[in-house]
């Protein structure tokens, strides 16, 4: 079983940048696609990003197309989420998730929440 340990959340004033990072341990990481989701307040969790195991194919939300990039390191095992041009309405909780081969069925449910494993989130804040 994969464990996921989230890090680089922070305060940040609207149009700054953050820098994610997820770091995986207990299993092999190419075996993994990996994830962000986010969540804000009571609201559901909501898909943000997401890559295959060779980083050669991306999805993103809309919200944050063009603002956020998705990046991996296989050799350690890791995968990034570059938060540019940062809204107040950016502020949640960010997750990272990793699905397995059947989970990701060749990306078909790349922003399924019931899938995959979590790790414990790190708190993103946006300031106005």
């Known amino acids: 079983q994969v464990r996921l340990t989230e890090s680089g959340g922070g305060l940040v004033q609207a149009g700054g940048s953050l820098r994610l990072s997820c770091a995986a341990s207990?299993?092999?990481?190419?075996?993994?696609?990996m994830g962000w989701f986010r969540q804000a307040g009571r609201n559901e969790r909501e898909f943000v990003a997401a890559l295959n195991w060779a980083g050669s194919t991306t999805f993103y939300s809309d919200s944050v197309k063009g603002r956020f990039t998705i990046s991996r390191d296989n050799i350690k095992s890791t995968v990034s989420l570059q938060m540019d041009d940062l809204r107040p309405e950016d502020t949640a909780v960010y997750y990272c998730?990793?699905?397995?081969?059947?989970?990701?069925?060749?990306?078909?449910?790349?922003?399924?929440?019931?899938?995959?494993?979590w790790g414990h989130g790190t708190q993103v804040t946006v300031s106005s």
């Open positions: 207990g299993s092999t990481f190419t075996d993994y696609a």
């Open positions: 998730n990793a699905k397995t081969v059947e989970e990701w069925d060749s990306g078909r449910h790349h922003g399924t929440v019931q899938l995959g494993t």
